[in-house]
């Protein structure tokens, strides 16, 4: 079983900068793969990012490529996610989310998520 606990979010203005943070309490860390979904109002839950097990390998939605990085570190089973450059279109709740399956994109993939944590970007 693992728990995801989200923390860094918060309202920026746009062209400002947000770091979130995905602790996962629980064991073998570096046996999941990690994503990010988001989720604004009147849309549904879309792909973020995702990391592999060991962090070789990422994966970006096209609309934050170039301004968002994701990263972990498997010793302090933590996940992070680097956004710059924010506008109002990143407005929403960020979730992580840990899987065990392949498939980053497809949030069936995941077996845990995390409560999420707003990002509210003004103009």
């Known amino acids: 079983q693992v728990q995801l606990v989200e923390s860094g979010g918060g309202l920026v203005q746009s062209g400002g900068s947000l770091r979130l943070s995905c602790l996962a309490s629980?064991?073998?860390?570096?046996?999941?793969?990690m994503g990010w979904f988001r989720q604004a109002p009147g849309k549904e839950r879309e792909f973020v990012a995702a990391?592999?097990?060991?962090?070789?390998?990422?994966d970006y939605a096209d609309s934050v490529k170039g301004r968002f990085t994701i990263s972990r570190d498997n010793a302090k089973n933590t996940v992070f996610l680097q956004m710059n450059v924010l506008n109002a279109d990143d407005t929403a709740v960020y979730y992580c989310?840990?899987?065990?399956?392949?498939?980053?994109?497809?949030?069936?993939?995941?077996?845990?998520w995390g409560q999420g944590t707003q990002v509210t970007v003004s103009s």
């Open positions: 990391i592999s097990r060991l962090g070789i390998t990422t």
């Open positions: 989310a840990a899987g065990l399956r392949s498939g980053p994109r497809d949030p069936v993939r995941y077996d845990y």
């Open positions: 629980g064991r073998a860390f570096s046996n999941y793969a």
